[in-house]
C-alpha cells in the first residue's frame, strides 16, 4: 500500500539559509499534518492543511510557512535557519472522509542538519 | 487543551519477559483515540495499537496490549515475551474524535525500552 513520502529524506543547509520539504500524504486524504522532532524530543506538532485551507496551528516559528497544493501534497518552507532548527520534521496525512479514519498516517521523516 | 504525560523516561525488560509502559493523558472530550506509537533507531514512527475511548474493551494487537482505564485517564502498554526488536523509543499519543476528524496526534515525552539479552 502506499505511503506517506517525504522529500528529501536528508538535508544539509548552513544558517540563514532557506530549505523547502516536500511531503506527498497517501491516496486520496487530503489532510496533512507537519512535527518537528528534535534530538531526544517528542514530536512537536507545527501545523496542518485540511483541503488546501490551514486547519490548525502549533509551535510553527513566523521563518517557517507551508501551504497545501490542489494535489494535497504539502511544502514546509523554512528561512533564515537557525542550528536549533536541525531535527527530524514528520509528516502525516489523514482522511477526515474515511469510515475507520481513526490515525494519521506518518511518513519516514526528512532529517535536517543546520552547520 | 489535552496533555499526554509519560512518567517513565527509561525502562528495561530481560528478552523473554513482560514490561508495562505506564501513559496518563487529560481531556476534557468523551470520544476520542489514543494510540501508542513505536520509534526505533531508524525514527520511523510505527503505529503499534490503537484504542477508541468509546470501547470497553482493551485493544490487542498480538504480543500488545493496553489496559485502558476511562475513568483514571490511564493508558498503559504491555508487551509480552519482548523481543530484542521491541527495544526502541514509545511514545503514548492522543487524537480528538469530532465529526470533522481534523485533528492533530498529540505525543507524550516518550519511554525509552530497552530490552536485555
Known amino acids: 500500500a502506499a505511503g506517506v513520502i517525504q522529500s528529501p529524506r536528508h538535508l544539509i543547509k548552513e544558517k540563514r539559509e532557506t530549505a523547502t520539504l516536500k511531503c506527498y500524504p497517501i491516496?486520496?486524504?487530503?489532510?496533512v499534518y507537519w512535527y518537528q522532532q528534535g534530538p531526544g524530543q517528542d514530536p512537536q506538532f507545527l501545523i496542518s492543511f485540511y483541503e488546501k485551507m490551514q486547519s490548525d496551528k502549533g509551535s510553527i516559528p513566523d521563518r517557517f510557512s507551508a501551504q497545501q497544493f490542489s494535489d494535497y501534497h504539502s511544502e514546509l518552507n523554512m528561512s533564515s535557519l537557525e542550528l536549533g532548527d536541525s531535527a527530524l520534521y514528520f509528516c502525516a496525512s489523514s482522511n477526515p472522509g474515511q469510515l475507520l479514519n481513526t490515525e494519521a498516517f506518518f511518513g519516514q521523516g526528512t532529517r535536517l542538519t543546520v552547520v | 487543551a489535552q496533555t499526554v504525560t509519560q512518567s517513565q523516561p527509561e525502562m528495561s525488560v530481560q528478552e523473554a519477559e513482560t514490561v508495562t509502559l505506564s501513559c496518563t493523558y487529560d481531556t476534557s472530550e468523551s470520544d476520542y483515540y489514543l494510540f501508542w506509537y513505536k520509534q526505533p533507531p531508524s525514527r520511523q514512527m510505527i503505529l503499534v495499537i490503537r484504542?477508541?475511548?468509546?470501547?470497553?474493551q482493551n485493544a490487542t494487537e498480538n504480543r500488545f496490549s493496553v489496559n485502558f482505564q476511562k475513568a483514571a485517564k490511564s493508558f498503559s502498554l504491555k508487551i509480552s515475551d519482548s523481543q530484542l526488536g521491541d527495544a526502541a523509543m514509545y511514545f503514548c499519543a492522543y487524537r480528538s474524535r469530532d465529526g470533522t476528524s481534523y485533528d492533530k496526534v498529540i505525543f507524550g515525552p516518550g519511554t525509552s525500552l530497552s530490552v536485555i539479552p
Open positions: 484504542q477508541e475511548a468509546y470501547k470497553q
Open positions: 491516496p486520496r486524504h487530503d489532510t
